[in-house]
């Protein structure tokens, strides 16, 4: 069986509890990499690398927008990874 893994991160402000892929949040790290890297290959084209800018922008919104507390916007968190099976 596959395993799952996500973060779950309970809020010290407020107490809330959320979760969020681990394999999202990798998958975000990388595509803004991918975008950075882009932007430094697009140098000389400013319509390229402009657009590769807010490519990346844009992923680093969602990742900070999956680290932040959806109850109260607070990035003051504990964190734990937990595993289970994918079920069919």
Not at 19 to 40: G, M, N, T, W, Y
Not at 53 to 64: F, I, M, P, S, Y
């Amino acid at each position: 069986m596959e395993q799952i893994q996500e973060y779950k991160r309970k809020c010290n402000e407020c107490g809330n509890v959320w979760h969020s892929l681990v394999s999202r949040e990798a998958e975000i790290s990388r595509s803004i990499s991918k975008h950075k890297f882009a932007a430094c290959a697009a140098c000389g084209d400013m319509g390229a690398m402009s657009q590769a800018e807010r490519n990346e922008d844009a992923q680093t919104d969602v990742l900070t927008k999956l680290k932040k507390c959806p109850n109260c916007s607070s990035q003051n968190y504990e964190e734990t990874i937990i595993s289970y099976e994918k079920k069919p």
